[in-house]
Structures are given as structure tokens and as C-alpha cells.
T-cell receptor, first 112, second 115 residues
């Protein structure tokens, strides 16, 4: 049972490059989320989705885009990588309200 | 709006002594509260969950958390710390407004366990 799988684990894009962080879950969860974690700041919600074809912005969506064409996949796209996007990114999924989340192992992104 | 305050950014205890990690929350709704643990260079793992049932909830690895509505607190405790408990702990509140639950994270408490 893989749970939530994130790829890649590490990435070092140059300023201005575009790139996609992949997230896949095999638990048939409707809800999926992208968070970024910065030191001393906890986790901040970037985007979330309540099902295939439905996405919405979180607290810090600027500079990011998402799509949800299937229940399993929820990729996060950085259109123009910026140093401010250097962070650790976590994808999570949940079956619904009042349930805890299952997190992926994270992607460490360093923009140079 | 909801928020979470973790009162200590760093807690250090000796192995075998009790652990107390403090959390206060603010929520417009009847909240769901969680504790997550993150070991170095790892993802986050659900440790505790409170969803309006028993006020004292038992989680994994001997941890307990007590929900006190009058104090808007959800403190995490363990009677005897183990070296393997050293990690970052996040208190989390769930906003149930709308069609999806969205978690708001505290800034974390780093637990150090010494011999």
C-alpha cells in the first residue's frame, strides 16, 4: 500500500524555469492538498482539491498552479521558479471531513 | 478564522521523564484537532485526533492529548520520554467550513530527549 507518493524528492531549478511536482495517491481519497513548509513557519496551504476537476486556492497560491484530472493525481506546477519558492513541499490526501491527512514524504526544492 | 498557538518552540527533557507539549487553538466552529509528528527529513505522521468525542484521546507510541474547551487547549503528554520521541510536533486545527476540511498548522515544537 503506497499511500501518497511524491516525486521528485529533490529538485534544484534555476530562476525562471518551470517545473511540476508530482503527487499520486492510491487510497481513492477525494480530498488532496499541497502544502509548503518553511523553517519556523509550520505548513502553509497552497492549493487543495475536493475531487477530480475541482480545485481551489489556499493561503499562499501565488506563483503556483494545480490540476486534478483524476482522483489519483494532483500535480503542482511552478510557472516561473523564484528564490521565494525554495521550500519543502508536501502533498496530502484525506477521505473527508474530520479525518486526518496522509502525507507524502515531501519534495525539497531549492531555486538557484 | 482559526489559528493554533504552540506555546514552546523547543522542549528538552531527559529520557524517562514526562513530556508536555502545549497547544492553544482558536476556531469559529466546533473544531477537529490533531497532533502530527515529523522526524528529521521525514514526512508528517498523524499522532492524535480529536473530533468531539472523548476529551482524552490516546494516540500512538504512548502519547495522550486532552481537549479542554474551557481553556481552548489540546496539550500533548507522555508519561515517560524515549530517545526515539525526539522530533518536531505540530498541533493542527481543522476548519470544517465549506466542502473540504483545511488544516491550519502551528509553528511546531521541537522535542529534544537527552540521556
Amino acid at each position: 500500500n503506497a499511500g501518497v507518493t511524491q516525486t521528485p524528492k529533490f529538485r534544484i531549478p534555476k530562476i525562471g524555469q518551470s517545473m511540476t511536482l508530482q503527487c499520486t495517491q492510491d487510497m481513492n481519497h477525494n480530498y488532496m492538498y499541497w502544502y509548503r513548509q518553511d523553517p519556523g513557519m509550520g505548513l502553509k496551504l497552497i492549493y487543495y482539491s475536493v475531487g477530480a476537476g475541482i480545485t481551489d486556492k489556499g493561503e499562499v497560491p501565488n506563483g503556483y498552479n494545480v490540476s486534478r484530472s483524476t482522483t489519483e493525481d494532483f500535480p503542482l506546477r511552478l510557472e516561473l521558479a523564484a528564490p521565494s519558492q525554495t521550500s519543502v513541499y508536501f502533498c496530502a490526501s484525506s477521505p473527508g471531513l474530520n479525518y486526518g491527512y496522509t502525507f507524502g514524504s515531501g519534495t525539497r526544492l531549492t531555486v538557484v | 478564522a482559526q489559528s493554533v498557538t504552540q506555546l514552546d518552540s523547543h522542549v528538552s527533557v531527559s529520557e524517562g521523564t514526562p513530556v508536555l507539549l502545549r497547544c492553544n487553538y482558536s476556531s469559529s466552529y466546533s473544531p477537529s484537532l490533531f497532533w502530527y509528528v515529523q522526524h528529521p527529513n521525514k514526512g508528517l505522521q498523524l499522532l492524535q485526533k480529536y473530533t468531539s468525542a472523548a476529551t482524552l484521546v490516546k494516540g500512538i507510541n504512548g502519547f495522550e492529548a486532552e481537549f479542554k474547551k474551557s481553556e481552548t487547549s489540546f496539550h500533548l503528554t507522555k508519561p515517560s520520554a524515549h530517545m526515539s520521541d525526539a522530533a518536531e510536533y505540530f498541533c493542527v486545527v481543522s476548519d470544517q467550513a465549506g466542502t473540504a476540511s483545511k488544516l491550519t498548522f502551528g509553528t511546531g515544537t521541537r522535542l529534544q530527549v537527552t540521556l
